[in-house]
Nanobody, 121 residues
Framework: QVQLVESGGGLVRPGGSLSLSCTAS????????LGWYRQAPGKQRELVGT???????NYADSVKGRFAVSRDNAKNMVYLQMNSLAPEDTAVYYC???????????????WGQGTQVTVSS
């Protein structure tokens, strides 16, 4: 069984910074893809950024230059550093992973439980 556990989040003023982290644990052979999505109230879940095992990163246009996604392959962790936060960044942020299971070799997608990020003065 695979689990994604997030930490971080909270309330921050506009222009501030916040960081999130996520750990994948369980019967894992490899983690081809890790990243973050977010969902604001009344909106669909959207990409924030993902990073594959080769370190290739894909960002949403709305966060380029402000957010940074990174990963630690040895620890199966992914991080999200958010700078210059704005009220429109307020959302529930979800950790995302594509994981190859150790037992079956199959590739499946997993989601974390979500963590609230609120940007407000």
């Amino acid at each position: 069984q695979v689990q994604l556990v997030e930490s971080g989040g909270g309330l921050v003023r506009p222009g501030g910074s916040l960081s999130l982290s996520c750990t994948a644990s369980g019967s894992i052979f490899s983690v081809p893809d890790l990243g973050w999505y977010r969902q604001a109230p009344g909106k669909q879940r959207e990409l924030v950024g993902t990073v594959n095992m080769d370190g290739i990163i894909n960002y949403a246009d709305s966060v380029k230059g402000r957010f940074a996604v990174s990963r630690d392959n040895a620890k199966n962790m992914v991080y999200l550093q958010m700078n210059s936060l704005a009220p429109e960044d307020t959302a529930v942020y979800y950790c995302y992973a594509v994981i190859q299971a150790r037992s079956t070799g199959s590739w499946l997608s997993y989601w974390g439980q979500g963590t609230q990020v609120t940007v407000s003065s």
